[in-house]
């Protein structure tokens, strides 16, 4: 089992940044492929961004392509999701979720493990 720690959401205005981070702990960080989710209160959850268990792969939808940057150091377990040009539409609670999957998968279904969230607030 994998334990994950989301960090770094806060109040930041339109055209902003802000970098978040996911700790785990518990298991061979390596195994796990890390995505980060958001959600809307009274809306299901939305794929934001995926990366490969070595780091070497990443996918993004295409709200965020080109805004958001998502990493990982496997020395550190950690992934960041560093987001520049923030809009009131990325306002929302972001997740990071892991599964052992080779290919992204943009199903919050597919991954087993989830953090408590960390809340990002846009204001326009």
């Known amino acids: 089992q994998v334990q994950l720690v989301e960090s770094g959401g806060g109040l930041v205005e339109t055209g902003g940044s802000l970098r978040l981070s996911c700790v785990a702990s518990?298991?061979?960080?390596?195994?796990?492929?890390i995505t980060w989710f958001r959600q809307v209160a009274g809306t299901e959850r939305e794929f934001v961004a995926s990366?490969?268990?070595?780091?070497?792969?990443?996918y993004s939808s295409e709200s965020v392509k080109g805004r958001f940057t998502i990493s990982r150091d496997n020395s550190e377990n950690t992934v960041n999701l560093q987001m520049s040009s923030l809009k009131p539409s990325d306002t929302a609670l972001y997740y990071c979720?892991?599964?052992?999957?080779?290919?992204?998968?943009?199903?919050?279904?597919?991954?087993?493990?989830w953090g408590q969230g960390t809340r990002v607030t846009v204001s326009s």
């Open positions: 990366i490969s268990r070595s780091g070497s792969t990443t």
């Open positions: 518990g298991s061979t960080f390596s195994n796990y492929r």
């Open positions: 979720a892991a599964a052992v999957l080779f290919l992204p998968a943009t199903a919050p279904s597919a991954y087993n493990y």
